[in-house]
């Protein structure tokens, strides 16, 4: 099992900064990618960026350029660093885990609040 937490959300000014993090535990060597959604309108969670067990990463066009997403090289850390925020980034984050426990599954956090005002 992988258990993920999430801290780091909360009110800023447009073109302001926030980076959340995400806590690993559990079975952190089963995860091949992990990743950062947001709760979004629709019925479904979208994508903002995505990292692989190599390195590569995914980013939502409307992320392009302002957010960057890491890890800490064990895995046990998943940060999304978000510049020059827009009231329209104003969202649940939720963190996100693939890994295999015989079967792929996935793991998601509680979500953390931003909110973009001025």
């Known amino acids: 099992q992988v258990q993920l937490v999430e801290s780091g959300g909360g009110l800023v000014q447009p073109g302001g900064s926030l980076r959340l993090s995400c806590a690993a535990s559990?079975?952190?060597?089963?995860?091949?990618?992990m990743g950062w959604y947001r709760r979004a309108p629709g019925p479904q969670r979208e994508l903002v960026a995505a990292?692989?067990?190599?390195?590569?990463?995914t980013y939502a066009d409307s992320a392009k350029g302002r957010f960057t997403i890491s890890r800490d090289n064990d895995k046990k850390t998943l940060y999304l660093q978000m510049n020059n925020l827009k009231p329209e980034d104003t969202d649940v984050y939720y963190c996100?885990?693939?890994?295999?426990?015989?079967?792929?599954?996935?793991?998601w956090g509680q979500g953390t609040q931003v909110t973009v005002s001025s």
């Open positions: 990292i692989t067990d190599g390195g590569s990463t």
């Open positions: 996100n885990a693939e890994y295999i426990s015989l079967v792929a599954k996935s793991a």
């Open positions: 559990g079975s952190i060597n089963s995860i091949y990618g």
